[in-house]
């Protein structure tokens, strides 16, 4: 399997709902990563976990709460949400950081809206 | 601090014709470049890294650290080519952290 996937695709929350995203993969890597993209932008990231701890926030809000459950999973708790938090949500996987194919995979993406 | 740039928001070629999409960069050491293409309602995904000098779909980049820059290039353009395409950079001292540039939309006319 070499694929990065994510659910659900599409979402519609409201600003006091409590929701999540998840990310999956089973290539091995022990990078995983979360970034936001607004149209026609390039991705922000938000989070890195290497070997499942989190070692990058690049100071996201509160509102966003990252899990990595084990080496194949990655999930992204939502919670009070704002309407400016509404884009494409990204997840990637790579191998470890030093190794020498380091190149990032990405998912499909979870259209996230916020009404 | 990194930095990528590419100084065309959109780029317009025709069918057959050769193409170019800029990227320059400013890093301090030896940093890696990549280029994603991101298609139509598609996943964005890895197109090019300079360590691995191979031509796919026809594209070709070549590191000019002299020049700091990076370009993508491509004889021939192809319709199918069509697409939204991100330069990226990851630093030694930045780890993982891949720095995108702003992305230039390629559309090859028929």
């Known amino acids: 399997d070499t694929e990065v996937t994510q659910t659900p695709k599409h979402l519609v929350m409201g600003m006091t709902n409590k929701k999540s995203l998840k990310c999956e993969q089973h290539?091995?890597?022990?990078?995983m990563y979360w970034y936001k993209q607004k149209a026609k932008k390039p991705p922000e990231l938000m989070f890195v976990?290497?070997?499942?701890?989190?070692?990058i926030n690049e100071s996201v809000p509160s509102r966003f709460s990252p899990e990595c459950p084990n080496s194949s999973l990655l999930n992204l708790h939502l919670h009070a949400l704002q309407p400016e938090d509404s884009a494409l949500y990204l997840c990637?996987?790579?191998?470890?950081?030093?190794?020498?194919?380091?190149?990032?995979?990405f998912g499909p993406g979870t259209r996230l809206t916020v009404t | 601090a990194q930095r990528v740039t590419q100084p065309e928001k959109l780029l317009s070629v025709f069918k057959g014709a050769p193409v170019e999409l800029k990227c320059n960069y400013s890093?301090?050491?030896?940093?890696?470049l990549f280029w994603y293409v991101q298609y139509s309602r598609q996943r964005l995904q890895l197109l090019l890294r300079?360590?691995s000098r191979e031509s796919i779909k026809g594209f070709t980049a070549d590191l000019n650290k002299g020049e700091t820059s990076f370009h993508l290039k491509k004889p021939f353009a192809q319709e199918e080519d069509s697409a939204m395409y991100y330069c990226?950079?990851?630093?030694?001292?930045?780890?993982?952290?891949?720095?995108f540039g702003e992305g230039t939309q390629l559309t090859v006319n028929p």
């Open positions: 890093y301090s050491g030896s940093p890696e």
């Open positions: 976990y290497s070997y499942e701890k989190l070692s």
């Open positions: 290539m091995g890597h022990r990078a």
């Open positions: 300079h360590i």
């Open positions: 990226a950079l990851r630093g030694g001292t930045s780890g993982s952290r891949l720095t």
């Open positions: 990637a996987s790579s191998q470890p950081i030093l190794a020498k194919e380091n190149e990032q995979y």
